[in-house]
């Protein structure tokens, strides 16, 4: 439930500059506040209250005697937060009546912030009728805290009409917190899929992210990764998956890979996050990482090669790696070097051209034909094909576009006939109806699950049997003993 939001911090009038105040501005202070500069008697006991400043004596006592002069000389801020000590208990046991007559002080002098904290106490006094008032004064006069308060009123006493009202009042003032409610109470009525930058619900959502309303970008980025929301404005999406990327949202580093691999087609952008959702065991990312790895060229390398890091906060040197190793290809080139993955080693980066070209390409692993768009569910590798879901070709979250894929890797023979050995399933992979990436999904089978390998053909596939049900794999995905 929604709580009342009203303006109680001690250091409602300090700028951040104030936080970091120098002793020589201390000393200015002091002797501004003793020739009654009420701006800075104000500012030197919200200092003296938040212990940001050393002087001797009781900083409390000193603090509040400061405001309390400041506020006995007509200073509406002064007055204002007189009425945040008395409604805090600063000056002794907490006391609504005096910190109302306080807050009336300043409300009359023209500080509207004052006007939500006395409807706030008249709430509490359950003086619904003058709180409803206040609220609404508050907000005629610029404050959306009140109309947003007023809403929260209303809704708690069943008033939905007045309650919308008051909503859409508070976000057109610019409160984001009311409008992300509203365009989340949109969203419930918005039936035509999918959304787009014009839908009403996504203008609301991106209006509160833009003011700063972490929720409202947490929720752009969900629609746009499910595909519910497709949007053309590419620099807004990226802005907003960058932020929450920075401030730790491990699901927002997991778009950000599929937005640089489908948008950017930037492999070496992505990776380096995809290993961190990875890491932090985000739903998806493993299967979306082992998906791109099966679709690209497997090389076992012949000599020794350097592969450069692509970490641009760190310069670190190029790593070596022996012989023997066996890389998956990706065909990003940046000056005569293309970007590898060495998934055994956690090893990716720039590799140059020329040496690679004279590796071995693995004949037991060829790639996949790349997947029509896929949806990746969180917990089933479930990939659809075009005609079971319906996607648009403009959506950057799908993997890839419209790709024809030749008739031949339809249903491959098996050519090497294997009896009934038991192989291990080395990571989380389809299990599907035919050799063929756009064949019926049956299941999903995870690292561990042993099946029957009956056979495997030249195009990377494997028919194995598990749990008495027959069915196809990439042959990578299994170990066994030949």
Request: hydrophobic letters at 40%; proline letters at 7%.
């Given at each position: 439930m929604l709580k009342k939001l009203i303006y109680t911090s001690l250091l409602a009038a300090i700028s951040f500059s104030a936080l970091s105040i120098e002793q020589n501005e201390i000393i200015d202070l002091q002797q501004k506040a003793n020739v009654g500069d009420t701006s800075a008697q104000l500012l030197l006991g919200q200092l003296m209250l938040t212990k940001q400043?050393?002087?001797?004596?009781?900083?409390?006592?000193?603090?509040?005697?400061?405001?309390?002069?400041?506020?006995?000389?007509?200073?509406?801020?002064?007055?204002f937060m007189v009425g945040v000590l008395y409604e805090k208990g600063v000056l002794g046991q907490v006391d609504l009546e005096k910190a109302y007559i306080a807050y009336q002080d300043a409300a009359n002098n023209g500080y509207v912030k004052s006007l939500v904290n006395m409807a706030y106490i008249k709430e509490q006094q359950n003086d619904l009728i003058e709180a409803r008032n206040l609220y609404s004064q508050a907000g005629e006069k610029g404050d959306a805290l009140g109309y947003l308060n007023l809403y929260i009123l209303e809704k708690r006493e069943g008033k939905t009409k007045q309650a919308e009202k008051a909503l859409i009042a508070a976000a057109q003032a610019g409160n984001d917190t009311a409008q992300y409610i509203y365009a989340s109470e949109l969203l419930k009525l918005d039936t035509e899929q999918p959304l787009n930058d014009a839908s009403p619900a996504i203008l609301w959502l991106k209006v509160a992210a833009k003011h700063g309303n972490s929720d409202a970008m947490t929720d752009l980025v969900s629609l746009y990764d499910r595909g519910t929301f497709i949007s053309a404005d590419h620099p807004f999406i990226e802005s907003i998956l960058n932020k929450l990327h920075l401030e730790g949202d491990n699901n927002a580093s997991f778009t950000l890979a599929k937005y640089y691999i489908n948008y950017y087609k930037s492999y070496s952008k992505a990776w380096p996050l995809l290993t961190q959702a990875i890491s932090n065991d985000v739903d998806g990312a493993l299967p979306y990482k082992n998906l791109i790895l099966d679709s690209k060229k497997v090389i076992t390398t012949e000599k020794d090669i350097y592969v450069a890091s692509i970490a641009q906060e760190n310069d670190l040197p190029p790593v070596l790696v022996k012989s023997g190793a066996r890389f998956n290809v990706v065909d990003e080139l940046q000056n005569g070097s293309v970007f590898v993955v060495e998934d055994e080693l956690s090893v990716y980066g720039f590799a140059e051209q020329s040496l690679l070209n004279a590796a071995r390409v693995n004949e037991d692993i060829r790639?996949?034909?790349?997947?029509?768009?896929?949806?990746?569910?969180?917990?089933?590798?479930?990939?659809?094909?075009?005609?079971?879901?319906e996607t648009s070709e403009n959506d950057p979250l799908e993997l890839q576009s419209n790709i024809e894929i030749d008739e031949e890797v339809k249903a491959q023979p098996m050519d090497r006939n294997i009896q009934k050995v038991i192989a291990v399933i080395n990571r989380p992979v389809n299990f599907r109806e035919n050799a063929h990436p756009q064949s019926n999904v049956i299941g999903s089978l995870d690292a561990g699950d042993e099946v029957a390998l009956i056979g495997l053909d030249d195009w990377g596939w494997a028919q194995v049997v598990h749990d008495g049900t027959a069915g196809f794999?990439?042959?990578?995905?299994?170990?066994y003993d030949d």
């Open positions: 400043v050393n002087v001797a004596g009781d900083l409390t006592e000193k603090g509040s005697e400061l405001i309390l002069r400041a506020a006995r000389s007509g200073n509406p801020k002064a007055q790639p996949m034909a790349i997947p029509a768009p896929v949806a990746i569910e969180t917990d089933l590798i479930d990939i659809k094909s075009q005609s079971e879901t794999v990439m042959s990578r995905a299994l170990d």
